[in-house]
């Protein structure tokens, strides 16, 4: 093994993982300020796929700036989707029953959304043909994929993004404020339920904007949400649950430590990497790389 | 006050009709919806959702194309025209479902023969049901032990994964002598879903060997596969002169696909499976990338088979026609005509003429190779041969055994 193939498997690791990242802060932004465990999260990423999908076909939108067109009607839907459903199963109530009926909703949610676009798209997997997708930038001896890379530097512009807008602006405190003691910004005259639609309305957005850079590289089709949510709920987990750098850092993590783990284990076992790593993190660091411990003893 | 009781005996009057039209309906219908013992009912258990789903969607095509076709033509004449229905059930991602899905088709009416699953590791649960409830069962699945377990009414009409990786090694060397290019090193790559691996053990544990092929890439995956790099890094460092593929997941497929391009890797695809000549292979990557791949498969249209892809295509819309429809068409049609022979509905009499067939004529024998429909006693069609198949400008067509192909195979070289 040449210090050009580490390298490789290095980069690699990072371009997947950067993707993997914008689809996590998502799902952990929603669980840090609404404490939802959102199964439905991979499928509006799929939603976001195909949207991006029909953009470019239809439009010639190139699905780069499909990925950014699409956030405002995902961020609208998701609003909409908090309004009518969500809010029924969030804020105040008995905290075990309200959790049971947001899981049966999240999930329910997922299979709905799964079979009504097989029923209406059919199961046909599409793909937006792109030049940069089997293209490579050069550098040295690596090989860097251009639609990864792309994804990648847009990954971390949104993900730039929502940090400056939680850290630097008003309503961003709020949302933070509303999240970390909802009761107290209540009496702050935070709307604490509004705070929660904006969360959700950001979260989907962002997983779908996440589903349009993937889009770039990956075939679409009405089940490809099962590839990637076990790993958004790890990426979360690992790194801290309700912390938005956190799940970043955990996105990146699982694309490194799957790129990795080839170099001593055998193709099938490349996710068993990922869940030794989970453990160990857990293991060693219950909070997660950038939680808070909650209950020290 | 009359007319206030007139009103209310009108009411009534109404309302008592409404209530009998509404108990009179159902019965009004039933005969209409079940003529009975006057149909034989398949069974039809392919995955409709999931990321399988399109592959039973393409085998319900060719189903639905065979029964339209025979009942057009008159049905079952042996059962005084009796009529094909299909019962299609949704055997759905996971081998569970599969299972389940089977048990309730079969077990909720009377089903003559039963069609699916398209992946061997469903196919392999699916038979079991089948086996048990005594419904003759006809599958393309491929893996090898589907027909080692002493099954009396699984029927396997493809070549099994061995036998395929066998002769399709045979042929493809030849090929390359040929073409002076002869086979010296290989890459095995591809997920372990059961079909692919049947194909590639014996290739891994003696055939390549004994052609003095040495295996210089052997990666395997279990789907999705997250990322293709470090594979394709391994085929760009041994330059392989011919790389055995089978990536049953689409995704997985094209990453694969997508990643040669990027690095510039030309050793030659020989894909194991129907899977790779799936139309949304063009749109999804492209006429360009796939041209030259080959792969092995149990069916596709051979020549002399115009008239049959014409059809296909004008009724489904489909841009050509492909393994999985062409095997559920030749299956509804091999039980058609089990059915004439038993002149019966009854599923244990279908299985003992099928047992029986020799078919030399017919649009079954005619769908596949080697034109002969007969399976032996363990329910392997005799006579299956493998066909190669090869992109062409995008669309694929059979280049092997050469007197059946409808284009000449062009060889790539590195």
């Known amino acids: ?297 | 006050m009359k007319s206030v009781l007139t009103v209310r005996r009108r009411i009534t009057v109404a309302l008592a009709l409404t209530l009998v039209a509404l108990v009179a309906a159902p019965t009004l219908l039933v005969p209409k919806m079940a003529p009975a013992a006057e149909e034989l009912k398949i069974a039809l258990v392919v995955p409709l959702s999931g990321r399988w789903a399109r592959q039973g969607q393409l085998k319900k095509m060719g189903a639905e194309m065979a029964i339209a076709e025979i009942n057009a033509q008159g049905g079952i004449k042996a059962l005084g025209g009796a009529k094909i229905v299909l019962r299609e059930a949704d055997a759905g991602d996971s081998v569970e479902k599969a299972v389940s899905a089977a048990q309730r088709a079969l077990s909720r009416e009377k089903i003559s023969a039963g069609i699916g699953s398209w992946l061997s590791s469903f196919t392999l649960g699916v038979t079991e049901v089948a086996e048990r409830l005594e419904v003759p069962w006809f599958t393309l699945s491929y893996a090898d032990n589907i027909t080692e377990r002493g099954f009396k009414y699984t029927f396997q009409s493809s070549p099994v994964s061995s036998v395929q990786a066998e002769q399709a090694l045979e042929l493809l060397v030849e090929i390359a002598k040929r073409n002076n290019a002869p086979l010296k090193k290989a890459a095995i790559v591809g997920d372990n879903t059961a079909a692919t691996v049947f194909f590639f053990k014996p290739l891994r544990e003696k055939l390549l060997k004994a052609k003095g092929i040495e295996i210089v890439v052997d990666e395997v995956w279990t789907p999705p596969l997250a990322d293709a790099t470090a594979i394709v890094q391994k085929l760009r460092a041994t330059q392989p002169d011919i790389m055995f593929y089978g990536a049953t997941n689409f995704p997985d497929s094209i990453q694969v696909l997508q990643k040669i391009k990027e690095f510039g890797v030309k050793t030659p695809i020989q894909g194991v499976g129907a899977w790779l000549v799936t139309p949304e292979y063009v749109k999804a990557v492209g006429p360009e990338l796939l041209d030259n791949i080959k792969t092995v498969v149990a069916a596709h249209p051979l020549k002399g088979q115009d008239e049959l892809v014409k059809r296909f295509k004008e009724r489904t819309g489909e841009p050509f026609m492909t393994q999985d429809p062409l095997m559920s068409y030749a299956h509804v049609w091999i039980i058609k005509e089990a059915a004439e022979r038993a002149k019966s509905t009854d599923p244990k009499a279908i299985r003992e003429a099928v047992s029986k067939l020799d078919l030399t004529s017919g649009p079954a024998a005619s769908t596949l190779t080697p034109g002969r429909i007969r399976y032996d006693e363990r329910g392997r069609r005799i006579g299956a041969a493998p066909i190669i198949v090869q992109w062409q400008k995008g669309e694929p067509f059979t280049v092997a055994p050469t007197e059946l192909a409808t284009r000449t195979l062009v060889w790539q070289t590195k």
Do not use: C, W
């Not at chain 1, 969030?90 to 309200?98: I, M, N």
């Not at chain 1, 003691?181 to 929660?196: F, K, S």
């Not at chain 1, 904006?198 to 997983?207: C, E, Q, R, W």
């Not at chain 1, 009405?222 to 990637?228: G, R």
């Open chain 1, 1 to 297: 093994m040449s210090v050009g193939d580490l390298l490789q498997y290095l980069v690699t690791g990072l371009l997947v993982g950067g993707v993997y990242a914008l689809m996590s802060i998502g799902l952990g932004l929603i669980f840090g300020v609404m404490r939802v465990v959102n199964f439905a999260q991979g499928d509006f990423m799929m939603l976001g796929m195909y949207l991006t999908y029909f953009l470019a076909t239809g439009y010639g939108v190139d699905p780069l700036l499909g990925a950014v067109v699409i956030i405002p009607p995902f961020f609208l839907l998701g609003l909409g989707v908090h309004r009518a459903l969500l809010v029924r199963v969030t804020g105040g109530g008995d905290p075990q029953r309200l959790m049971d009926a947001q899981l049966i909703l999240t999930l329910g949610l997922s299979l709905i959304i799964t079979n009504a676009t097989t029923m209406l798209l059919t199961p046909m997997p599409r793909g937006i043909k792109t030049a940069y997708a089997t293209q490579a930038f050069v550098v040295g001896p690596v090989l860097l994929n251009q639609a990864r890379s792309y994804a990648f530097l847009m990954a971390l512009l949104l993900a730039g993004a929502v940090y400056l807008f939680l850290t630097r602006t008003d309503l961003g405190k709020a949302l933070r404020a509303a999240a970390d003691e909802p009761e107290a910004a209540g009496y702050q005259g935070i709307d604490v339920r509004a705070m929660h639609g904006l969360a959700f309305g950001i979260g989907i957005a962002l997983v779908a904007a996440a589903g349009g850079l993937l889009a770039t590289y990956h075939p679409i089709e009405p089940t490809v949400a099962v590839n990637f949510i076990v790993l958004m709920f790890v990426a979360v987990v690992v790194g801290g649950l309700g912390s938005i750098p956190g799940a970043f850092a955990g996105g990146l993590m699982i694309g490194l430590v799957q790129s990795l783990t080839l170099l001593v284990l055998p193709f099938q076992l490349q996710n068993v990497g990922v869940f030794i790593a989970f453990l160990l993190v857990l293991y060693l660091r219950p909070q997660g790389l950038f939680g808070q411990r909650l209950r020290a003893v």
